[in-house]
Nanobody, 123 residues
Framework: QVQLVESGGGLVQAGGSLRLSCAAS????????MGWYRQAPGNQRELVAT???????????NYADSVKGRFTISRDNAKNMVYLHMNSLKPEDTAVYYC?????????????WGQGTQVTVSS
């Protein structure tokens, strides 16, 4: 089991910045990849960014087209933390942001979610 706790959400004006943090605990040693998804009211949950935490692809990042060039994902494996640095925020970035961790154990993948943190961008 992996527990994820997000922090750093809030209200910001368009063009502003926020940094989200996610702390992993429990069986965090098995985490292969971590990232962020978001869900706006009436919409499905969508990928924001992921970063590989282990293996030959460690540090590899993946971003949704809508956030490329504005958001940066980073991680601190020693602290089992992942961060999302969000710049040039737009009202359409308003959503609940969820931290996610993917754990691979004996060829099986398990997905763990945090409780979410609200990001609201005002125009």
């Amino acid at each position: 089991q992996v527990q994820l706790v997000e922090s750093g959400g809030g209200l910001v004006q368009a063009g502003g910045s926020l940094r989200l943090s996610c702390a992993a605990s429990g069986s965090a040693f098995g985490i292969n990849r971590m990232g962020w998804y978001r869900q706006a009211p009436g919409n499905q949950r969508e990928l924001v960014a992921t970063i590989t935490s282990a293996g030959s692809s460690e540090g590899t990042t993946n971003y949704a087209d809508s956030v490329k060039g504005r958001f940066t994902i980073s991680r601190d494996n020693a602290k089992n933390m992942v961060y999302l640095h969000m710049n040039s925020l737009k009202p359409e970035d308003t959503a609940v942001y969820y931290c996610v961790a993917f754990v691979v154990v004996k060829m099986a993948q398990y997905t763990y979610w945090g409780q979410g943190t609200q990001v609201t961008v005002s125009s």
